[in-house]
């Protein structure tokens, strides 16, 4: 696959997808819905650093598709900026950023340092070294999981047992235009598996006393007990079994009764997401509505 980024004089970034069919001929064809996926990444990742003015002012830019041309699978896409030339010179290509986004995706950054050209010196955890523009160093700690959902869609063809292999070209048309380091480099199965977005997830909980009403009350499920307080009326899991015994064995609970409650709350936090259940562990005493206020 052949993809291309050109602003009003352009750039090429080529993308090649290399591999065996099953018969050992060479791979000339890949599933629609991952050459799809791979457009729809390509269009992502370049609208976000767009966005982020990384390829300067070019905002007014659009992907573009050519012909295939012989050899493996190819498709050549264009960015095309309605901009000045003189504006995109100096300004990173697509594969530069395509190069720097699979690179974070399996590295992580040992360090970095501000440099007086508005550029930002980068040291990988593997010690190997990148220069980038402070717009597109800005974007790459952005939108971290926005960005993995693009490169897997990039890559989406070498989960195909077919697929072996993508050779990225990235060799600018106009002379001044930076490429990316090493300018050609090849992304493998690991990358593709390095760029799943992890789930950050985390996990707490706290224990409290509160009184409470059983505004909903399951006598078969322990697990859909509806409870309300002051602060909020929430679907809980009975876990006191004694409790649970003394209602089998008839207990009388009246819609205005209080409960005093012991509950654990736990408190999932997943992908910026919370989530919180609450765990009746005990219940401490009961006392009937009205005007009775006996112990049960």
């Given at each position: 696959?052949?993809?291309?980024?050109?602003?009003?004089?352009?750039?090429?970034?080529?993308?090649?997808?290399?591999?065996?069919?099953?018969?050992?001929?060479?791979?000339?064809?890949?599933?629609?819905?991952?050459?799809?996926?791979?457009?729809?990444?390509?269009?992502?990742?370049?609208g976000d650093f767009t966005r982020a003015g990384a390829f300067g002012?070019?905002?007014?830019?659009?992907?573009?598709?050519?012909?295939?041309?012989?050899?493996?699978?190819?498709?050549?896409?264009?960015?095309?900026?309605?901009?000045?030339?003189?504006?995109?010179?100096?300004?990173?290509?697509?594969?530069?950023?395509?190069?720097?986004?699979?690179?974070?995706?399996?590295?992580?950054?040992?360090?970095?340092?501000?440099?007086?050209?508005?550029?930002?010196?980068?040291?990988?955890?593997?010690?190997?070294?990148?220069?980038?523009?402070?717009?597109?160093?800005?974007?790459?700690?952005?939108?971290?999981?926005?960005?993995?959902?693009h490169l897997r869609q990039i890559l989406a063809p070498l989960s195909?047992?077919?697929?072996?292999?993508?050779?990225?070209?990235?060799?600018?048309?106009?002379?001044?235009?930076?490429?990316?380091?090493?300018?050609?480099?090849?992304?493998?199965?690991?990358?593709?598996?390095?760029?799943?977005?992890?789930?950050?997830?985390?996990?707490?909980?706290?224990?409290?006393?509160?009184?409470?009403?059983?505004?909903?009350?399951?006598?078969?499920?322990?697990?859909?007990?509806?409870?309300?307080?002051?602060?909020?009326?929430?679907?809980?899991?009975?876990?006191?079994?004694?409790?649970?015994?003394?209602?089998?064995?008839?207990?009388?609970?009246?819609?205005?009764?209080?409960?005093?409650?012991?509950?654990?709350?736990?408190?999932?936090?997943?992908?910026?997401?919370?989530?919180?259940?609450?765990?009746?562990?005990?219940?401490?005493?009961?006392?009937?509505?009205?005007?009775?206020?006996d112990d049960a």
């Amino acid at each position: 696959m052949v993809i291309e980024n050109v602003e009003e004089s352009g750039d090429s970034l080529t993308l090649r997808f290399a591999g065996e069919n099953e018969d050992g001929t060479e791979l000339h064809e890949l599933r629609a819905a991952h050459v799809a996926e791979v457009l729809q990444g390509i269009t992502g990742l370049a609208g976000d650093f767009t966005r982020a003015g990384a390829f300067g002012n070019a905002l007014d830019s659009e992907i573009l598709v050519r012909p295939a041309r012989e050899g493996s699978f190819i498709i050549e896409v264009v960015r095309f900026a309605q901009e000045h030339h003189e504006a995109i010179v100096g300004t990173p290509t697509l594969g530069a950023v395509l190069w720097w986004a699979t690179k974070s995706a399996r590295a992580d950054v040992k360090d970095f340092e501000y440099l007086d050209d508005d550029m930002v010196k980068v040291i990988w955890q593997d010690d190997t070294v990148a220069e980038i523009p402070r717009t597109a160093w800005e974007e790459l700690n952005k939108r971290k999981r926005r960005r993995k959902r693009h490169l897997r869609q990039i890559l989406a063809p070498l989960s195909d047992d077919r697929v072996q292999s993508l050779e990225v070209f990235d060799v600018p048309e106009e002379p001044g235009l930076p490429t990316s380091p090493p300018g050609e480099f090849t992304l493998t199965t690991a990358d593709y598996i390095a760029a799943q977005p992890t789930d950050e997830v985390s996990e707490t909980f706290t224990i409290f006393e509160t009184e409470a009403q059983m505004s909903a009350i399951d006598f078969d499920s322990p697990e859909k007990w509806r409870v309300k307080t002051t602060a909020a009326n929430r679907l809980a899991t009975m876990e006191d079994a004694d409790f649970l015994l003394r209602v089998d064995r008839g207990l009388a609970i009246h819609k205005g009764d209080i409960f005093r409650l012991k509950i654990r709350e736990d408190v999932l936090e997943k992908n910026g997401q919370t989530r919180r259940t609450w765990t009746i562990l005990q219940v401490l005493s009961h006392r009937r509505s009205a005007n009775d206020d006996d112990d049960a």
